[in-house]
């Protein structure tokens, strides 16, 4: 009888050792960060899954610093990400859409090279409705000294300081996309042995046509944005529209069919919504890295630099011709 094949995938750890062999300096924190990142994925993932048997759905009663109703699956993420992070001797600090202000691994642990910033819990109006939601992450080197308590200057970073980012998306399965200088990579969880795989090697996005931003707003945008999205129905293949409202899971489609997700400024939030260092930052990355684009309606994201940890900023995402050209006409009309 034939010996069966023993059909062992790359692990992310694997994956991580592997790709540290690129880089003779490296230290080994950069590995040991993605690995507590991946931990904090699977613990949310479990609790996700089965939320609506632990009490963990619907909010908790308190508003957060943008003043948004949080979700108790919200601060399970939080917390979860923070006690990953904080003991590893590779984090100095982290900054939190669920955090005031950024937040100093306890002085107990080592301060180490990195600086983390995320969303421990995006699309949080969709929990309760069972809709993908997922957890976004960007990782700066600090400007510091290692070992020292870091500063406000370490967390306030321009897009360009990235040294990777990516997210988690809870959805019909877990997956965590990271994107490096090396590309974007899918890793897919199998929670019967606990382990992400690499599922998605080197991810590009391709040509297509599905657009995604909430027309409830329509009336709010720039009269360049709205005309842009009606010629994108006027088209001779006439585009689809799909929109998810969770920004990881639309901009996960939009990384894997294609197309243009948008969530423009509008006349009542001129900044925008969605928030620059945790959520538009890291996406910008991974799109990028994976051959498209991303501006903030005026100019390319990433030549951006947060000046406040909780800046937000409008974002148009995917592929590079029709950012540029959504780009262009939204500047055209303003
Ligand atoms: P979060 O749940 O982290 O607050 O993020 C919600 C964001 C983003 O996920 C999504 O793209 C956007 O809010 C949806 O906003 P609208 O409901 O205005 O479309
Ligand atoms: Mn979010
Ligand atoms: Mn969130």
Redesign the pocket.
């Known amino acids: 009888m034939a010996t069966p094949q023993f059909e062992e995938g790359t692990t992310l750890d694997r994956f991580l050792m592997d790709t540290m062999r690129d880089y003779p300096h490296a230290t080994g924190q950069f590995v040991n960060l993605m690995q507590s990142i991946s931990l904090a994925g699977k613990l949310i993932a479990a609790r996700v899954n089965r939320a609506g048997l632990l009490g963990m759905l619907g909010a908790v009663g308190s508003t957060n610093v ?1 003043g ?1 109703y949080v979700q108790r699956l ?1 601060l399970y993420a939080n917390e979860a990400f923070k006690h990953a992070l904080e003991h590893g001797g590779h984090t100095c600090m982290i900054v939190s ?1 669920e955090e005031g202000g950024p937040v100093l691994v306890p002085s107990r642990y080592r301060s180490g090279e990195y600086v983390v910033t995320f ?1 421990p ?5 969709n929990i309760d409705c069972n809709i993908t ?1 997922g957890s976004i992450f960007c990782i700066f080197r600090r400007l510091t000294p290692e070992g020292e308590p870091a500063e406000l200057r370490d967390a306030c970073r321009a897009g360009d300081e990235i040294v990777a980012s990516g997210y988690l998306i809870f959805g019909s399965g877990t997956l965590l996309v990271l994107a490096t200088e090396a590309g974007v990579f899918g890793f897919t969880l199998d929670p019967t042995v606990g382990e992400f795989f690499l599922s998605h090697p080197n991810l590009k996005i391709p040509k297509g046509s599905t657009y995604s931003v ?1 027309e ?2 329509a009336r709010r945008w720039s009269s360049g944005v709205a005309s842009y999205v009606e010629a994108l129905k006027e088209r001779s293949e006439p585009w689809k529209a799909r ?1 998810v ?4 899971a ?1 901009v996960h489609r939009t990384l894997l069919k294609g197309g243009i997700f948008l ?1 423009p400024a509008t006349t009542d939030a001129p900044q925008g ?2 928030r620059l260092l945790y ?1 538009a930052f890291p996406l910008a990355y991974v799109i990028e890295r994976a051959g498209g684009a991303a501006t903030d309606g005026e100019r390319r994201l990433l030549d951006r630099s947060a000046g406040d940890i909780h800046d937000r900023t409008p974002l148009f995402i995917g592929d590079a011709d029709e950012v540029a050209r959504a780009t262009r006409e939204n500047t055209a009309a303003s």
Do not use: A, F, P, R
Not at 121 to 125: E, I
Not at 245 to 248: A, I, K, Q, R
């Open positions: 943008h948004e919200d859409e969303d819990l995006d699309g949080s109006s939601i909430n409830g707003h929109y409202g969770s920004l990881v639309d969530y919504k969605l959520e």
